[in-house]
């Protein structure tokens, strides 16, 4: 079992930053891939970015604005969100591949407006 808490989410206006974290209730070494999904209204989960412990990949509409990391001391993952766009609005959720089983946070929500 692999828990998940997703913090860092809240309203900032277009062009701006957010970072969110994701602490894990175990050591992330062990985890194959963690990663994060958002979900914006009305529409189907996607993924955002992935990171293993070789290389990150991200999707097409963060590419050069979002960065993954992970801490491995920490056993947290983050998410820098730089030049928010209002279609960036989500719940953003947080993802663990461990043991051939995916894992969830709660989520948490995005909202980028003026």
């Known amino acids: 079992q692999v828990q998940l808490v997703e913090s860092g989410g809240g309203l900032v206006q277009p062009g701006g930053s957010l970072r969110l974290s994701c602490a894990a209730s175990?050591?992330?070494?062990?985890?194959?891939?963690m990663g994060w999904y958002r979900q914006g209204p009305e529409k189907q989960r996607e993924l955002v970015a992935t990171?293993?412990?070789?290389?990150?990949n991200y999707a097409d509409s963060v590419k050069g604005r979002f960065t993954i990391s992970r801490d491995n001391a920490k056993n947290t993952v983050y998410l820098q969100m730089n030049s928010l766009k209002p279609e960036d609005t989500a719940v953003y959720y947080c993802?663990?591949?461990?043991?051939?089983?995916?894992?969830w946070g709660q989520g948490t929500q995005v909202t980028v407006s003026s």
């Open positions: 993802n663990a591949r461990y043991s051939l089983k995916d894992y």
């Open positions: 175990i050591n992330i070494f062990k985890i194959y891939r």
């Open positions: 990171i293993t412990s070789t290389s990150p």
